[in-house]
């Protein structure tokens, strides 16, 4: 007789090809955030003929399911995210994206076929555990931080998860391989955009102008100097300007200009020290050229904290699986910003990141796609800890 183990593994080995396929449409179809129609839909259409109870959407392009086992017990909540960014793709690959200035940058298509197939995988495998899994697929995780509206509008609720669990796809580490770390994993991202009002001119004519060029130069160089001045080496905070627009024409001095830029950091005490601190810098530097400023300043990301017992069902779910080389502890976190946090300051859970290569781009390149040769492994690690968390106590394998 085959253990659940051997059955899930020879389930995964049937599925794969498909979830391959299935990656690579996702690839071919990018969307951006909230507008993830045709996903969505495809999604949908994957899950239909499984044995889930498929819930009418809570935010439009969202997809929530849930599997129920042999008999009642926990609920443990799968996550993954759908939206793409606004990127030209130059990966060159057969399956490139179809749709101009739009790609799976962040590996989000991997993500979903994932969870497509540790759906496939488990109501396979239903009648071996008892209690229920959640398949929450996400939309609008990159800017918009949609998963704090989806938890809100009660996606997580009846039943409410005993654990939480996602995976991220990683650059930098071995194919296939598993990374996380207890506690704080993930940063807060805060967005920030001012918009600088000076006086036009000829471009032959500068002392007749107050350029609103050079104003936004002078405040984007010293907002990178902003961090290392204002807190000290044991402070994480990473400060970006990341867009300038101004002017249009080579001799005309224009009348406006905008920057726009991210500040990511661990503590949240620094959510108000921040829009203080990049204000004062902004009024300082206007006030010298005489320009006028005003300033939007947004927080939809929170820092992502993982449950300690969680992190150790991956480890333990992770070395059972594929042997102890296979699991890497994080030494530090990651400032990047994850809206996965939402789903954990109620509910027990954890991030964890699949590798995706040691020598793979980085995400939000666009030269990224999400390496086929993890999702086998991204699948086994979904599912089994699924069902380990669903016998076992307080996110502890029995």
């Given at each position: 007789m085959m ?6 593994r ?7 090809p ?51 086992g ?6 443990v ?88 669990l ?25 967005f ?24 936004a ?31 249009r ?7 406006d ?12 005490r ?5 829009p ?22 947004e ?32 030494k ?33 390149n ?19 800890a ?6 076992g ?5 029995p």
């Open positions: 253990t659940t183990e051997q059955d899930l020879k389930t995964v080995d049937r599925i794969l498909g979830v391959t396929a299935l990656r690579r449409w996702l690839h071919q179809h990018p969307e951006l955030a909230l507008h993830e129609t045709l996903t969505a839909a495809r999604i949908r259409a994957v899950l239909k003929p499984l044995p889930l109870n498929i819930l009418p959407p809570f935010m439009q392009t969202d997809v929530v399911a849930l599997l129920a042999a008999g009642p017990g926990r609920n909540t799968l996550r993954a995210d759908i939206d793409a960014l606004p990127l030209e793709e130059k990966t060159g690959q057969p399956y490139r994206s179809r749709h101009p200035g739009c790609m799976h940058a962040c590996g989000h298509d991997g993500h979903t076929a994932m969870l497509c197939g540790t759906a496939m995988a488990l109501a396979a495998l239903r009648k071996q555990f008892k209690g229920s899994v959640r398949f929450v697929f996400q939309p609008g995780e990159e800017v918009v931080a949609a998963g704090q509206a989806l938890v809100a509008r009660g996606a997580l609720k009846n039943p409410a998860p005993d654990a939480v996602a995976l991220h796809g990683w650059p930098g580490y071995p194919a296939g391989h598993i990374c996380s770390r207890p506690g704080p994993t993930m940063a807060a991202a805060d920030f955009r001012i918009n600088i009002r000076g006086r036009g001119a000829h471009g032959s004519r500068p002392e007749a102008a107050i350029n609103p060029l050079l104003t130069v002078r405040l984007a160089d010293a907002l990178h100097a902003l961090p290392a001045q204002k807190f000290g080496a044991h402070d994480p905070v990473v400060l970006s300007v990341c867009h300038i627009e101004s002017g024409n080579s001799n005309i001095i224009p009348d200009a905008m920057l726009e830029g991210t500040v990511r950091y661990l503590d949240l620094l959510a108000k020290l921040m203080r601190y990049i204000r004062q810098l902004a009024q300082g530097i206007c006030a010298s050229t005489g320009a006028k400023f005003d300033m939007v300043y927080r939809p990301y929170i820092p992502l904290l993982n449950d300690e017992a969680i992190v150790e069902l991956g480890r333990k779910t992770t070395q059972s699986l594929f042997g102890k080389n296979h699991w890497h502890l994080l530090n976190p990651s400032m990047g910003g994850e809206d996965f946090a939402y789903y954990l300051r109620h509910h027990h859970g954890a991030i964890f990141f699949l590798g995706m290569g040691k020598d793979k781009p980085c995400v939000h666009p030269h990224y796609d999400f390496n086929d040769a993890a999702l086998k492994n991204g699948i086994l690690f979904m599912a089994q699924a069902l380990n968390a669903l016998k106590a307080d996110g502890d394998i």
